[in-house]
Nanobody, 125 residues
Framework: QVQLVESGGGLVQAGGSLRLSCAAS????????MGWFRQTPGKEREFVAA????????YYADSVKGRFTISRDSTKNTVFVQMKGLKPEDTAIYYC??????????????????WGQGTQVTVSS
C-alpha cells in the first residue's frame, strides 16, 4: 500500500508561481510511474503531467506545456510540479497519483492505483 500526501497549494496572483510536492510512503517509490491531475467543481478530473520511473521521460497536457515542469527525487520519495505563469483557469484541486507499473497510458485516470487527498490551488486575476 502506498500513501501519497500533496502539499504546496495556495493562493497566488495570475502570472505567479507555485511548486507542489507529493510525498510517497513505501520503499518502492522509484518503481512507480507518477502523475498529477486536477479537478474543478462540476468537471471531470483531468491529466496535468506525468513522469516515468527513471524521471527521464515527462508528459504534459497541452494546457500546461511550457509552464509546468514535473520532476521527481527518489532519494526523498517525492514528486514535484513547478508551476509558472499561472492563470485563473489553473485554479483547481491538484492530485498526485501513482501507477505501480506503467500500463501504457499516462493520462487515463483509471490506470492509476493510488491517489493523494489533493491540494487546492487558487489563481486570482
Amino acid at each position: 500500500q502506498v500513501q501519497l500526501v500533496e502539499s504546496g497549494g495556495g493562493l497566488v496572483q495570475a502570472g505567479g508561481s507555485l511548486r507542489l510536492s507529493c510525498a510517497a510512503s513505501g520503499r518502492t517509490f522509484s518503481t512507480y510511474f507518477m502523475g498529477w491531475f486536477r479537478q474543478t467543481p462540476g468537471k471531470e478530473r483531468e491529466f496535468v503531467a506525468a513522469i516515468s520511473r527513471s524521471g527521464g521521460t515527462t508528459y504534459y497536457a497541452d494546457s500546461v506545456k511550457g509552464r509546468f515542469t514535473i520532476s521527481r527525487d527518489s532519494t526523498k520519495n517525492t514528486v514535484f510540479v513547478q508551476m509558472k505563469g499561472l492563470k485563473p483557469e489553473d485554479t483547481a484541486i491538484y492530485y498526485c497519483a501513482a501507477q505501480e507499473r506503467y500500463r501504457g497510458s499516462y493520462s487515463l485516470i483509471n490506470l492509476y492505483d493510488y491517489w493523494g487527498q489533493g491540494t487546492q490551488v487558487t489563481v486570482s486575476s
